[in-house]
Structures are given as structure tokens and as C-alpha cells.
């Protein structure tokens, strides 16, 4: 079945990095699109950054423009979200999502603290 397996959140310091992958397993990973996406407590979910299946096209929200970076490895089967220069707003739990039909990892939380 369709699988996808955070990580890489933690807790860091305002101006810090993160880099996050999402594992994914039970199906071509190669021919999806992908997104990830976050939720701050208390607040819905938020779309931040969406890439194509060749890794071509990629586009992002605006609160993260400039900072965060998605990318994809498919031969690893592997999409990651390098985040930098991180600010207390992004503290939120980080989801990686299939948009065709609409599979979700679990999570991995991010939290941004001095």
C-alpha cells in the first residue's frame, strides 16, 4: 500500500536550518507529483511547496519564497523540503503528500525557538 514516512523535523533556533524527507513506498514515486505541506496549531493546513514528477517544476507559497527549498531524488524514491533561515512562524507539523489520491505521511514537527 502507499507509504510516506517523514523526517528530519526537530527543534531549532530563529535563523536555523532543517532539511525534511518524506521516504515513499507502494507505488511508482517517479510519475507523482508532490507537495508538503504544514499546519501550525490551532490553524488549518497549509500548502508550502509543490514539485512535478521530474523535479522541473516546483512552486512555493509565498511565506516561504526564497527560504525553502523542495527537491526529489526518484531514484530513492525520496522528496525533501531544505528549509532555511527558519522563523518561529514556521513551527508547525510538516506533512509530505501524494495530491493523487490524496495520501499523507504522519508528520514530523518542526519547531522554531530560541
Known amino acids: 500500500q502507499v507509504q510516506l514516512v517523514e523526517s528530519g523535523g526537530g527543534l531549532v533556533q530563529p535563523g536555523g536550518s532543517l532539511r525534511l524527507s518524506c521516504v515513499a513506498s507502494g507505488f511508482f514515486f517517479s510519475i507523482y507529483d508532490m507537495t508538503w505541506y504544514r499546519q501550525a496549531p490551532g490553524k488549518g493546513r497549509e500548502l508550502v511547496a509543490s514539485i512535478s514528477r521530474d523535479g522541473q517544476i516546483t512552486n512555493y507559497a509565498d511565506s516561504v519564497k526564497g527560504r525553502f527549498t523542495i527537491s526529489r531524488n526518484n531514484a530513492m524514491r525520496t522528496l525533501n523540503l531544505q528549509m532555511n533561515s527558519l522563523q518561529p512562524g514556521d513551527t508547525a507539523v510538516y506533512f509530505c503528500?501524494?495530491?493523487?489520491?490524496?495520501?499523507w505521511g504522519q508528520g514530523t514537527q518542526v519547531t522554531v525557538s530560541s
Open positions: 503528500q501524494r495530491p493523487v489520491g490524496d495520501y
